[in-house]
């Protein structure tokens, strides 16, 4: 599947910012999504994700309660609503998908994802 982000730019702290994900491929609710970020010198840091009909969450603690996923599957899109942005949530920022596995939950490697979208950028200014 193909996956393109779009949504991210420069915002000022405390600002937000909603990032959204275009899949290519039908059905996409085939798919497990999930959200992750990635500075400059550090590992691809694991953000949120949802399961197939939206139902189920989970967000990593770093970003709780700023960051809600989302997704419309009749739009084939995943969202991430950013809030109370801070200049460490400065980075990259990539959408992907992956195989639902029955028992496993959440999805939190990179590992468990098989397709990633280019990435778009979030600068946040102090």
């Known amino acids: 599947v193909q996956l393109v982000e779009s949504g991210g730019g420069l915002v000022q702290a405390g600002g937000s910012l909603r990032l959204s994900c275009a899949a290519s491929?039908?059905?996409?609710?085939?798919?497990?999504m999930g959200w992750f970020r990635q500075a400059p010198g550090k590992e691809r840091e694991f953000l949120a994700a949802?399961?197939?009909?939206?139902?189920?969450?989970y967000t990593a603690d770093s970003v709780k309660g700023r960051f809600t996923i989302s997704r419309d599957n009749a739009k084939n899109t995943v969202l991430l609503q950013m809030n109370s942005l801070k200049p460490e949530d400065t980075a990259g920022y990539y959408c992907?998908?992956?195989?639902?596995?029955?028992?496993?939950?959440?999805?939190?490697?990179?590992?468990?994802?098989?397709?990633w979208g280019q990435g778009t950028q979030v600068t946040v200014s102090s």
């Open positions: 992907a998908a992956g195989p639902p596995r029955r028992g496993y939950w959440p999805p939190i490697h990179p590992s468990d994802f098989g397709s």
């Open positions: 491929e039908r059905p996409f609710s085939s798919y497990v």
């Open positions: 949802i399961n197939r009909n939206g139902e189920n969450t």
